[in-house]
């Protein structure tokens, strides 16, 4: 089954501390996988994708098929991290899977 | 840059009325999406369309119906409203690929109550 996990609802941290929001998933091919970022009051956003191997913001990801892992992390948090944070896997034709997504809170 | 726009922020709908859900995008892309977003669940996508007058369903498509007749507008029908139905509604769009995942845009909701 074609699945995302990512356990954690709530990730609680304060700022200038290292983050990282996990995620897992389950794909029997080779997978694209992306995270996208949710700002409150705004529309949901592509934040980072693994193909391009970039960082966004501060934000790494880095895909790992033998734990079938694409964690984000962040060296040191910003108050304006703060966001709801979703893993999403390519399946099929251009459909993504996303995860239950995590809640970042970054407290001053 | 790339302009995904939903026909309403918020609904109140009655159980059993017929709700239309408009969603439009201005950057030509062929593929457009309809998703549900709910606490604990994250979104889920209901139906999705790849070129005009097509569609196919996506993981929860009881209870939705969709209509594409022209490229840049993508509509989500509830044929008959639910209070199950009550959620925030995603519309999202990308350009078709070969063969390697494409950014979705997405519009900024519509969060619908069925009374």
């Known amino acids: 089954a074609q699945r995302v996990t990512q356990p954690e609802k709530l990730l609680s941290v304060f700022k200038g501390a290292p983050v990282e929001l996990k995620c897992n998933y389950s794909y029997s091919g080779s997978p694209e996988l992306f995270w996208y970022v949710q700002y409150s009051r705004q529309r949901l956003q592509l934040l980072l994708r693994?193909?391009s191997r970039e960082s966004i913001k501060g934000f790494t990801a880095d895909l790992n098929k033998g734990e079938t892992s694409f964690h984000l992390k962040k060296p040191f948090a910003q108050e304006e991290d703060s966001a709801m944070y979703y893993c999403?896997?390519?399946?099929?034709?251009?459909?993504?899977?996303f995860g239950t997504g995590t809640r970042l809170l970054v407290s001053p | 840059d790339v302009k995904v726009t939903q026909s309403s922020r918020y609904l109140v709908k009655r159980t059993g009325e017929k709700v239309f859900l408009e969603c439009v995008q201005d950057?030509?892309?062929?593929?457009m999406f309809w998703y549900r977003q709910d606490p604990g669940l994250g979104l889920r996508l209901i139906y999705f369309s790849y070129d005009v007058k097509m569609k196919e369903k996506g993981d929860i498509p009881e209870g939705y119906s969709v209509s594409r007749e022209k490229k840049e507008r993508f509509s989500l029908i509830l044929e008959s409203a639910s209070t199950n139905q009550t959620s925030m509604y995603l519309c999202?769009?990308?350009?078709?690929?070969?063969?390697?995942?494409?950014?979705?845009?997405f519009g900024p909701g519509t969060r619908l109550l069925v009374l």
């Open positions: 950057m030509d892309h062929e593929n």
């Open positions: 693994h193909i």
């Open positions: 999202a769009s990308s350009l078709a690929a070969g063969g390697i995942g494409e950014t979705q845009y």
């Open positions: 999403a896997l390519v399946t099929g034709f251009q459909k993504l899977v």
